[in-house]
């Protein structure tokens, strides 16, 4: 997953969440200290929806993506 820098910000916080109530989310807000996150725990197949946080070094929120972005596993573990 890649997003856009956000001025000032020093980290960010990522969260993946499943649509369906029966599948436990396997991250959220996950820091990251780059634009880019590498799932490393398989997805469960399904849908999920995703949102970045901004934060700038003294842990105050800057912003947070709009939308939630949608994607789905079609084969996962």
Do not use: C
Not at 8 to 23: M, R
Not at 52 to 61: L, Q
């Amino acid at each position: 997953m890649k997003w856009t820098d956000y001025p000032d910000a020093s980290y960010y916080k990522i969260s993946i969440y499943p649509n369906d109530h029966l599948v436990t989310a396997q991250y959220v807000n996950q820091r990251v200290d780059g634009t880019t996150f590498k799932v490393e725990k398989p997805l469960q197949k399904g849908e999920y929806r995703w949102k970045v946080e901004a934060y700038n070094g003294e842990d105050r929120k800057l912003s947070e993506s709009a939308d939630q972005i949608t994607f789905t596993i079609t084969d996962g573990g």
